[in-house]
């Protein structure tokens, strides 16, 4: 059994009952929708055309939703509906992030996910869906695709119908009949920024719509691109937030990283800084990233469910132990450094490297299960992340150096450790902006962050903060110039650098409309 929908546009005259009585069937609020109407215009007045497409959850049999989801709050039934949990969700957003046709949001009550669930609470006594049972041209087509004799596997079989974002390899079990591609590809459609029906525009009062330029205006713009007049928000579900979440996460990761460095070079480990300071240090942003992934949940007093209702397949309950486990060890640490133990200390720094190593490569994972974000699907992601973790992790050691005597061993470790790590950022980039890109999405998306609006970020912040400043300020304190100073002002560029790279990595990846 795999229920799904048939939605024909020949007959859709976009008059949103399906979205009326969704609302009203399960109570969503203002502001959000389980399902919407999108308007797309053509050509040019007197010329122009206005086309519907009817927007929802897809239903899919492979559902990155249901893996990404780390609490089971998504899930899929014996009918192939993809059904959610309240009760379960922790608000977290990443189904949000895994799902290309952005069909998921926030409660702003529940403060929770929520899509389309079929009217699961009506299929199951043998009812239709309610947008089905309410649209006046009977459009919606719902039902059992695996089952020969029921209309909507007969349309199926019969008729030419399209799909949205099939290459994501989700199989999604809604098909359209007779849909204008620039109404199902989001790229094939100038975006709504501002104005359109329904919505005040910013530039509404400058235009005279009785003044025959106005007129002569639309008339010669006869070449006029597609362009939505009306779709529903989607705002960027990740912020600063996670952001901020990669750099302290490095920066945990990267002490013991910079420190097993020192190590390798000769660097003796029975001193404060190796056998407490690190441990306490990596500690405290260990505890602010968790911090940070905690604040940045809907609910965040469900946090606990990561551990306590864990689905195992997504990369946050990986993430979730692998903390735990990094965590567990700093306190080992810590405590051997303490009272002396040097042995010890020198058993969890060769320890601590793989965990390091786990602790900062593990979101190159998670972002890869958010399907819906190809910017996010490079391979390069995870070297990136590796490298941030080495580059930060030698800078913030040199940022403790003005605090704590260390070991000219141990500094010239840390400085090759930065230098290393901020040149492979910069290779890394420059990899990534010269390979071909294999989607539009990510097209798109890169041209947002090197020269749409996060370019300043991207290249003042990542590139000449983040990679030239620690090479150079490195490459100086290496050879005797500026001394402990402008070692430091290395680390704490390559800290700011990372995190502005980041940022605008993470803002990038979902600018790129998915509806």
Not at 98 to 115: M, V
Request: proline letters at 5%; aromatic letters at 10%.
């Amino acid at each position: 059994m795999r229920y799904g929908f048939v939605i024909d546009q020949h007959k859709c005259i976009g008059c949103h009952a399906c979205t009326v009585a969704c609302k009203t069937e399960h109570d969503v609020p203002l502001g959000v929708n389980r399902t919407w109407v999108k308007y797309v215009e053509k050509g040019a007045w007197p010329d122009s055309t206005r086309v519907f497409s009817v927007m929802r959850c897809n239903h899919c049999t492979d559902a990155p939703c249901v893996t990404i989801c780390p609490t089971r709050a998504l899930f899929k039934r014996d009918t192939g509906i993809v059904d959610f949990n309240t009760d379960s969700c922790i608000g977290c957003k990443s189904c949000m992030q895994a799902c290309p046709y952005d069909a998921l949001y926030i409660d702003p009550h529940e403060h929770t996910a929520q899509k389309c669930n079929y009217c699961s609470h009506r299929t199951e006594i043998g009812l239709e869906p309610a947008c089905v049972v309410v649209c006046p041209e009977q459009a919606i087509i719902a039902g059992d695709l695996e089952d020969p004799t029921t209309k909507i596997a007969n349309l199926v079989r019969s008729e030419k119908t399209s799909q949205r974002a099939v290459e994501q390899g989700t199989r999604p079990n809604l098909y359209y009949m007779g849909a204008d591609q620039a109404s199902l590809d989001p790229l094939a459609a100038q975006p709504l920024t501002h104005g359109g029906i329904w919505k005040d525009s910013d530039s509404f009062l400058t235009v005279d719509p009785s003044a025959d330029h106005h007129t002569a205006h639309l008339q010669a713009d006869s070449g006029a691109p597609p362009r939505v007049v009306y779709n529903t928000e989607h705002p960027m579900p990740w912020g600063w937030r996670v952001s901020s979440y990669f750099l302290t996460k490095g920066i945990a990761a990267g002490l013991i990283l910079a420190v097993a460095m020192a190590m390798l070079a000769g660097a003796s480990t029975d001193n404060a800084f190796t056998a407490w300071v690190i441990p306490l240090v990596a500690g405290l942003f260990l505890a602010l990233t968790g911090a940070l992934l905690v604040w940045d949940l809907k609910r965040p007093d469900r946090f606990y469910y990561l551990l306590t209702r864990g689905n195992p397949g997504s990369w946050l309950v990986k993430g979730a132990y692998i903390l735990s486990a990094y965590a567990a060890l700093m306190g080992v640490w810590f405590l051997a450094g303490v009272f002396g133990a040097d042995s010890i200390v020198r058993i969890c720094i060769l320890i601590g490297v793989p965990l390091a190593l786990a602790l900062s490569g593990y979101t190159a994972f998670l972002f890869g299960q958010a399907e819906a974000r190809d910017l996010w699907q490079s391979p390069m992601l995870l070297w990136h992340m590796l490298a941030g973790a080495f580059a930060v992790g030698g800078g913030f050691a040199l940022i403790l150096s003005l605090f704590v005597d260390l070991s000219e061993t141990a500094t010239t470790a840390f400085l090759w450790t930065m230098i290393g790590g901020s040149a492979a950022l910069g290779a890394i980039a420059w990899g990534e902006l010269v390979s071909r890109h294999p989607t539009r999405n990510i097209t798109e998306a890169v041209h947002h962050m090197t020269q749409g609006v996060y370019r300043t970020e991207w290249w003042v912040g990542g590139i000449l903060l983040g990679v030239f400043a620690p090479i150079a300020s490195g490459a100086l304190a290496l050879t005797g110039n500026g001394g402990a100073g402008i070692a430091a002002l290395g680390g704490l560029a390559a800290c700011t650098g990372i995190w502005f790279s980041d940022d605008a990595m993470v803002k990038a990846g979902q600018s790129v409309p998915l509806s």
